[in-house]
């Protein structure tokens, strides 16, 4: 059964439990939402995805997390934290966040609501010193969000991603310190 691990004011943000590959891949997994994450992927590769997000999470205590509608039960989107392994990465190990939203959810601030929970959650309760963000210049809203919200961008880090299309490469890096995030208010 998931655990809920955060609740924002409209969201809970519970933990990718067994049975849940076919929900994202119904819900999530579109052409439009995908689109900068190399496409559609197959049921077979979500649920090899879920996996690794299931042992992630009972070896280190965080993980992708499903966001969840409080006021319709819907999935909305997904959000949380990774250790960066990409195979290019110049930083592999270090605290990675990431988020998708289902389109008919697009521009309605849920993005941010999730990203602001687990930015908290990575420095408060997993003390990460700094947590990094990868995207593409094409990303656009990603781009903006991640500088909405304090992000800097490292060129120093940005890398050749074989998995994704010219179009979506150079991997580029956003990055945000403890310290940054605590005087942000």
């Known amino acids: 059964m998931p ?5 924002t004011e409209r969201l809970v943000l519970r933990t990718i439990g067994e049975g849940d590959a076919e929900t994202q891949f119904r ?7 995908m689109r900068h994450l190399g496409g559609p992927l197959e049921l077979a590769d979500i649920e090899a995805k879920h996996a690794k997000t299931m042992q992630l999470h009972a070896r280190e205590g965080f993980s992708f997390l ?12 997904h959000c949380g934290l990774k250790r960066v392994d990409s195979e290019n990465a110049k930083n592999p190990g270090d605290m990675e966040i990431g988020w ?5 959810r697009w521009r309605q601030g849920f993005a941010r609501e ?20 990868l995207t593409s210049e094409a990303n656009v809203p990603s781009l903006s969000l991640m500088e909405r ?14 998995r994704f299309p010219p179009e979506d490469n150079p991997t580029i890096l956003y990055s945000l ?9």
């Open 27 to 33: 819900v999530l997994n579109t052409p439009a939402v």
């Open 3 to 7: 655990d809920i691990v955060l609740e």
């Open 149 to 162: 919200i304090g992000m800097r961008r490292r060129m120093d880090l940005d890398f050749d991603d074989p």
């Open 100 to 104: 998708l939203v289902r389109e008919d």
């Open 177 to 185: 310190s403890h310290g940054e995030w605590r005087n942000r208010a």
């Open 114 to 133: 999730m990203v602001e929970a687990v930015l908290e959650w990575a420095f408060t309760r997993h003390a990460a010193p700094h947590v990094v963000a």
């Open 66 to 77: 499903f966001g969840i509608e409080k006021a319709s039960g819907d999935l909305i989107g």
